[in-house]
């Protein structure tokens, strides 16, 4: 076997905000890849607006840095793959993985491994991949660092690691400063023997191996993202295994039902930091953006024409989370002008996400308007739906359901492991939340600083809903995340909603005079002179079942004098909900209407006496 040591490809994971894009950073940075007037932003990774909104990186994105070392010996391309810490986006990270041959882990020096920290730890393992350990963040002021190390250790024991791969690297570093070092500080302070990243650097090249391939062996390049160009049309994100591919140049096409065509080059671009230049040619290892193959799809292989060999599919896991999205069939549908309200548009737009989206799945239903949408997790489908709205796009959108297996002959379901950190004060509180949605604990972790770690396997039904609940009831102190564990018999019913809804009765105008009567009842979601319509969810009632209300009743006009009619009242403000928010609040009877310019609740069914009709059968039939 051959290998090319002035090349290294290597991904970056970790759990959500340990700090991954904030060292691509740090490391574009100290190569030299921002122009002397370049002013170079934080998270310059983060490229779509929903990723620097939300603070996480969604899509794994690819950057190269030249490294030039210190000892003066040949400059080596650092080929960074950056991919999403969150579970719901596992595909992205599983698909970057594919391209890489080592992988830096990063561990916050504070939070230690997290779930997330576990997933994504698990998929590099799997895949036989040389793993650095980065313990970030190590100037906290609550770092624990050793005891940061030994957990990780315990993660990879408990994720049946070999002895190889235990046997990792460690740097300390500081990314936000551009600071690393393979001496470890004393808790809290920044490493004082280095000024950069030169030990990560040197650590990379030592422990990643690079690329190997075969002499004389016809080409293989493995498609593994899309992209596109608004000149060039899509774009094959790939790398290339075996092989030379040139600008130019008739290749064969290895589709995934088979067949083989003979397609042409037509550009072919290598990233060199942040841009992707044009290019004659690449060889194994390269990663490559290849142009001119409109119909490409990932997993598929681009290969020698005269002795196509393909590669095997990329396979990620199953999804574990539905929900229903069909076109807007509410009274005000159409209202935003250049809406796109049709169930063409709508389909072809869900068509269109499928093309660079693995891990995600479209299923027909029994309605010509709505299709059954499966994915990782709430969030995955969430910012999915917050896309098509930035787009213009009218939905309804269902209650997120799980999506269940026959195992053996019964029905299972997934179950996902929650990690809980919170003030010991709220430990009886989280305890009773969780013990209604049928969770059993696993671990409790008392750090004696007033915070407890817990470790809960919950259904992941009893997390729908949970957030809006626990940041309630630990007053916005507690954190909180999950990732799929493994599938269980069906554990059924769940009650997660202990509270009904204030539904309107009839269209027309919120007025401030029905407002103030009603907000003794509940919490209301809307302003006044805000539109409504029959069925539509107006607030949250307090007590266990819905209220049919008039919110659009107004004060009636007298010639008569009160003596209170000069008393100011006070309306208290709404509870807006944000579209995570709204799709918690679901119950199964309720939908989420999604407009360019608002999120309403809905009942599914607006008629009050259909609804009571059906509200009677589904108890009968229960």
């Known amino acids: 076997m051959q290998t090319r040591a002035d090349l290294r490809n290597v991904a970056i994971i970790a759990h959500v905000d340990h700090g991954k894009t904030t060292l691509v950073d740090a490391m574009l940075r100290q190569s ?18 929903l990723e620097r909104e939300k603070g996480i990186t969604i899509l794994a994105k690819n950057t190269a840095v030249r ?3 210190a000892d003066g010996s040949d400059p080596v391309t650092i080929n960074i793959i950056d991919t999403p810490g969150h579970a719901d986006f596992g595909g992205e990270v599983e698909r970057g993985l594919t391209m890489v041959d080592g992988v830096v882990l990063l561990v916050d020096a504070s939070e230690g491994p997290l779930p997330q920290t576990r997933f994504v730890l698990r998929k590099a393992l799997q895949a036989r991949l040389p793993i650095i350990l980065v313990i970030n963040k190590v100037d906290r002021p609550d770092a624990r660092i050793k005891e940061v190390v ?27 400063d551009g600071v690393a070092s393979l001496t470890q500080p004393a808790d809290g302070t920044v490493p004082d023997d280095s000024s950069s990243l030169e030990p990560l650097f040197r650590t990379l090249l030592g422990t990643t191996p690079p690329p190997s391939y075969d002499e004389g062996f016809p080409l293989q390049a493995h498609v593994t993202n899309l992209d596109a160009s608004p000149f060039l049309g899509r774009l094959a994100l790939c790398r290339v295994r075996q092989g030379t591919i040139r600008k130019g140049e008739t290749v064969a096409w290895c589709r ?23 290019a004659t040619s690449a060889g194994p290892g390269d990663i490559i953006a290849v142009a001119g193959i409109p119909e490409i799809m990932i997993g598929e292989t681009l290969a020698d024409p005269e002795d196509p060999r393909p590669l095997p599919l990329i396979t990620v896991d199953e999804p574990a989370i539905s929900m229903t999205i069909g076109t807007n069939t509410s009274p005000l549908v ?14 072809d737009r869900l068509e269109r996400e499928l093309v660079g989206n693995v891990s995600l799945r479209v299923l027909p239903t029994d309605r010509p308007d709505a299709w059954e949408v499966q994915g990782r997790g709430e969030l995955a489908l ?7 709205r930035r787009e213009s796009y009218e939905l309804t959108v269902g209650k ?12 299972c379901e997934p179950v996902e492991r929650l990690t809980i950190d919170a003030p010991d004060e709220y430990l009886g509180a989280i305890t009773q939340l969780l013990a209604t949605r049928k969770g059993r604990m696993e671990q409790l972790v008392n750090h004696g600083t007033g915070w407890v770690r817990m470790e809960w396997l919950v259904p992941a039904r009893g997390l729908i809903g949970f957030r809006t609940e626990f940041l309630t009831d630990t007053r916005g102190t507690g954190i909180l995340h999950h990732v799929f564990e493994s599938y269980e018999p069906w554990f059924g019913q769940l009650r997660t909603r202990n509270t009904g809804s204030l539904v309107a009765d009839r269209s027309g105008v919120a007025t401030p005079f029905a407002m103030m009567n009603l907000q003794e009842r509940g919490t209301l979601f809307i302003e006044p002179t805000t539109e409504v319509y029959e069925g539509m969810l107006v607030g949250e009632n307090s007590r266990s079942d819905d209220m049919d209300v008039n919110i659009t009743k107004e004060k009636k006009l007298t010639n008569m004098r009160s003596s209170t009619s000069d008393e100011t009242e006070k309306l208290i403000p709404p509870r807006k909900l944000s579209l995570e928010q709204a799709l918690e609040f679901c119950r199964e009877d309720e939908c989420v209407e999604v407009t360019p310019t608002s ?13 009571a009709r059906a509200t009677a059968r589904r108890k009968h039939a229960g």
Do not use: H, W
Request: aromatic share 6%.
């Open 67 to 69: 490294y030039v070392p």
């Open 599 to 611: 999120i309403r609740l809905r009942k599914v069914i607006l008629d009050a006496p259909s609804r």
């Open 150 to 176: 030994d957990d990780t250790y315990e993660l990879f024991l408990d994720l049946d690691a070999d002895a190889d791969q235990i046997d990792f690297p460690i740097i300390y570093a500081c990314a936000r």
């Open 256 to 278: 995934t039902d088979g067949n083989v065509e003979r397609v042409r080059v037509s550009e072919l671009l290598i990233t060199e930091g942040l841009e992707r230049k044009p």
């Open 382 to 388: 969430a910012i999915l739906v917050e896309q098509m």
């Open 334 to 347: 159409g209202r935003v002008k250049g809406a796109k309200v049709t169930a063409r548009l709508v389909k």
């Open 32 to 49: 030299g890849a921002f122009s002397a007037r370049a002013e170079p932003t934080d998270r310059v990774m983060d490229s779509m607006d």
């Open 400 to 411: 997120p359901q799980v999506v269940t297996r026959e195992i053996d002959g019964k029905i």
